[in-house]
């Protein structure tokens, strides 16, 4: 038997199809191409795995990896940065005063997959499992910041943020936002780093602008940035 078959061929091509999606967004033919599965079965498949909640589609339609997997994950106890990123994430919330998030790109959306809300007082909220834009904001201009030329001219046609802006982010290894995801919120984010120095999250503070100033990262980068690099150092330790 090939060692790369299980011998249950509809298992085999739905893992196939899961692979494929792991790199980003496919569509149809592009997941036709890519799993070399015909295209009736890899339409079956791909729908019968959105079902399930393993698939889902971007705002283009095309097919990306559901939320079922991070689900699987976590429960398993497979996910290594979700393990820390709770008390890391309480942490910059009390060294800063904001309410902080750790955000993961799903296809054309980014998700919150951690989050420690302030206490008291005006905050920005952002519940885990919230779905948030990838053209504006300063958690997507790091999880776009750092993709290759293609992506990224793809990725700015409707973006509210320009190359120039996602320049300055690779230079200084952090984005700040203002009033540019909802009026009058500002944010601060980071880039936590994966095997082979990939970006696999964001880190970001989050309130009004009218706590925050209109240039949060003078005042808040450093806590942010340190976060994420402790996150990224428990990565590359379990990894």
Known sequence: MDKKNSGVGVLDKAVRILSVLEGGPHSLAELVKATKIARPTAHRLAVALEFHRLVARDLSGRFILGPRSGELAAAAGEDKLLAVAGPALTALRDATGESAQLYRRQGDQRICVAAAER?????DSVPVGASLTMS????AQILLAWEDADKLHRALVNARFNAAVLSAVRRRGWAQSVGEREPGVASVSAP???P???IIAAVSI???IERLGRQPGRIHAAAVVATAVKLSEYIAKKS
């Open 119 to 123: 206490i008291s007082g005006l905050r």
């Open 136 to 139: 504006a904001g300063s958690a």
């Open 192 to 194: 936590v780093r994966g």
């Open 196 to 198: 082979n120095n990939r």
């Open 206 to 208: 989050s309130g009004p």
